[in-house]
């Protein structure tokens, strides 16, 4: 009987002390798109607009305690790029005061952020202007000049591209962060 009593008090007593803490969840709307848990990796923006990254040690309530790291490439001896890991500090922060979080499936995105553009427009207007002043042509004559509007608008499409793409997710009305207690 003792050894009954003594297996069951173990038993409770280890489930108890091993169970799992809150969940941290990025949800677009209703949905859930991302989650960590104590001793997950977490890049994000601080609502100071500075990028802060770490590994999480608590998630309690509404608060985040996490170990502040940095990651950096650094060449070696050799010239071969490693990483340097330098620990900050523990941070303790609460979830309303990230700002945005990097996005999870980053494509090169030459196309969408107008990198393509703004470099093919500017390329073949450096060109034509290039080749214009050495046969001796005028180099806004009435034959270049549709090419460089069509390049100049090009151009313009690349920038306004630019400006409207982002490479992290803002926080707000779609996208919130929020805390899931799954011990109450």
Do not use: C
């Not at 995105?109 to 290039?130: D, P, Q, V």
């Not at 409207?164 to 805390?179: D, P, R, S, Y």
Request: charge should be positive.
């Amino acid at each position: 009987m003792k050894q009954l009593l003594s297996f069951f008090l173990i038993t409770i007593i280890s489930t108890h002390s091993f169970s799992q803490s809150d969940l941290l969840v990025l949800k677009q709307r209703n949905q859930i798109i991302q989650t960590w848990v104590p001793g997950s990796f977490i890049n994000f923006q601080f609502s100071s607009k500075q990028w802060l990254q770490g590994i999480i040690k608590y998630i309690r309530n509404d608060s985040i305690i996490m170990e502040q790291i940095v990651l950096r490439q650094v060449p070696t001896q050799l010239g071969y790029p490693t990483t340097d890991t330098a620990k900050l500090g523990i941070i303790k922060l609460h979830v309303n005061e990230i700002y945005g979080i990097p996005k999870r499936n980053m494509r090169s995105g030459i196309i969408t952020n107008g990198t393509l553009f703004r470099l093919g427009s500017a390329g073949y207007i450096f060109l034509n202007i290039f080749n214009s002043l050495i046969r001796g042509e005028q180099v806004f004559g009435p034959q270049n000049l549709p090419g460089l509007t069509i390049a100049a608008g090009v151009f313009v499409v690349g920038k306004t591209l630019q400006s409207t793409h982002k490479e992290f997710i803002t926080l707000g009305k779609k996208f919130t962060i929020e805390t899931i207690h799954i011990n109450k």
